[in-house]
């Protein structure tokens, strides 16, 4: 592509200040504050000029003809400081070539939150398409997957397969938002259903009403999609490890969830780069002897899920887990929890790592470090 061809405009997240009195341009940013000395003014002529109906080679021209004294190469390095500030965007992205004119309206406010990541080189709207391409599977539309699924709507998520076999319960309805009073004694799996029809009428939402109780159930039910979700707990701990056997053999990344009473806590499985829930159990016997028994007796006791979940703490755990799908979907930033556990504490909602696990040399799951990918 030819740089010079390029028509750039600020970003309308960044403001801009033109301090003329200290002859200096100001643009905020998040958490921090850009200052351009500007003593010729020269800076400020540019800044009028990027406006998005100019290409980069006019800008130079025009700036060089304005002020002699300055090369093309000293308004090139001016625009490529703004660019490797993510100030700039280039206008020719129109988006029609990979989005729906309903998803670049819908969707305007998550584009716009993906244009302040870009630089000139890249396309805003691929971030939301990658988004409406991705096929998601979740086992369990209780608090957490009620949040989840409504997330993943409002971010643009296009194809959901759930598993869920519970009903409503006047009890659920302090924290699962996708049920109402009137829904008590049905599925969750089909009001759910009929409630993100409403909110996303183009939303592909499928549900399968079953227990699952193996790894090939998890399997099959989500044979086609590239991620798994898994935010439910019954049978609390055999669940988990048919999941994770699941994710690993359709080498697909599992993000898990879940409530602790006072606190959430939520980790990401990238299979054969992190280790996977059975090396991390591995770790725990190898390296935890007190917590590997109390595991052992929590696995024995068959505990059902913890009943103490409050709404707020819900919402801060499921939103931590979607920006961290939205980070591997889009590749934008860095995953927060992979190969380890975060919670989020009610008292003083810090985020921080509680656990932390390498690959096992052997797994007789994700077969550890022999099986490993870079
Ligand atoms: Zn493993």
Partial sequence: MDVLKIKP????????IYDDENSRIIIGGFGVNTVLNDPMGAVKFTFSLL???NSIGDICKIVCNEYPKLTKDD?????????????????????????SEYSKKRFHRNINFFSSFISLEDNKYISEKRIQDCKVGIIGLGGLGSHIVYDLAGMGFM????????????????????YNEEDIGKSKAKCAKERLSKFSP??????????????????????????????????KYLLGSWVNEAAV??????????????????????????GCEFCWLQNVKKNEPIS?????????LNLLGDNTAISPLVSA??????????????????????????????????????????????CPVCGGEANAVN
Avoid: C
Wanted: aromatic share 6%.
């Fill in 9 to 16: 405009v600020i970003k309308k997240a960044y403001p801009v």
């Fill in 51 to 53: 406006t998005g109906e």
């Fill in 75 to 99: 308004v090139l390095g001016l625009i490529n400081d703004l660019n490797s500030e993510r100030f700039i965007e280039d206008t020719a992205h129109i988006g029609s070539d990979v989005l």
């Fill in 159 to 178: 194809h959901i397969k759930a598993i869920e076999f519970d009903k409503v319960e006047l009890s659920n309805l302090n924290r699962q938002i996708l």
């Fill in 202 to 235: 183009k939303l592909n939402f499928e549900v399968f009403e079953e227990k699952v109780s193996s790894a090939a159930d998890v399997e099959s039910a989500f044979s086609d999609v590239d991620l798994i979700i898994l935010v439910a707990d019954r049978p």
């Fill in 249 to 274: 053999n359709l080498n697909v990344p599992l993000f898990a969830a879940g409530i602790e009473a006072q606190r959430a806590l939520y980790h990401t499985v990238i299979p054969h780069k992190t």
């Fill in 292 to 300: 590997d028994l109390v595991l052992k007796k929590r696995t024995e």
């Fill in 317 to 362: 755990a499921t939103g931590l887990i979607v920006t961290e799908i939205v980070r591997y979907v889009t590749g934008i930033g860095e995953l927060q929890a992979a190969g380890q556990e975060l919670s989020i504490d009610f008292l003083t909602m810090r985020v921080k790592v509680v656990e932390k696990w390498e690959m096992a040399e052997t």
